[in-house]
């Protein structure tokens, strides 16, 4: 199993960046996919998710508006796309697979929600001019 987060790098306030989660491993359809960040002085903050047998997605209110979480199926690809960034979104971003979209939204999409199946290495995103 493994998940690869890939896509960051630097940008420019205002400007915009898409985030990629290429996943191998499992059956898709039977799993959540939720981006996270590591937001230091909070713990790791979710950002997004989606559930692939149905297409729901869940966004904090802090990024609705701004992050669109999408899936390739064919690619077995998740991608972030993240608009208007702001120097407050530097950060480390991570992506994970669950069983229960429904479960884990009530955890707050939680970094800690403990139906969390298999957890991806992450990419980092800096907003600076």
């Known amino acids: 199993v493994q998940l690869q987060a890939s896509g960051g790098g630097l940008v420019q306030p205002g400007g915009s960046l898409r985030l990629s989660c290429a996943v191998s491993?499992?059956?898709?359809?039977?799993?959540?996919i939720g981006w996270f960040r590591q937001a230091t002085r909070k713990g790791r903050e979710g950002i997004a998710s989606?559930?692939?047998?149905?297409?729901?997605?869940y966004y904090p209110e802090y990024v609705k508006g701004r992050f669109t979480i999408s899936v390739d199926n064919a690619k077995r690809t998740f991608y972030l796309q993240m608009d208007n960034l702001s120097p407050e979104d530097t950060d480390v971003y991570y992506c994970?697979?669950?069983?229960?979209?429904?479960?884990?939204?009530?955890?707050?999409?939680?970094?800690?929600?403990?139906?969390?199946?298999?957890r991806g290495k992450g990419t980092q995103v800096t907003v600076s001019s």
């Open positions: 491993g499992f059956t898709l359809d039977r799993y959540a």
């Open positions: 989606i559930n692939i047998s149905n297409g729901d997605t």
């Open positions: 994970a697979a669950a069983v229960n979209h429904a479960d884990w939204v009530l955890s707050g999409l939680s970094s800690y929600y403990n139906g969390i199946s298999y």
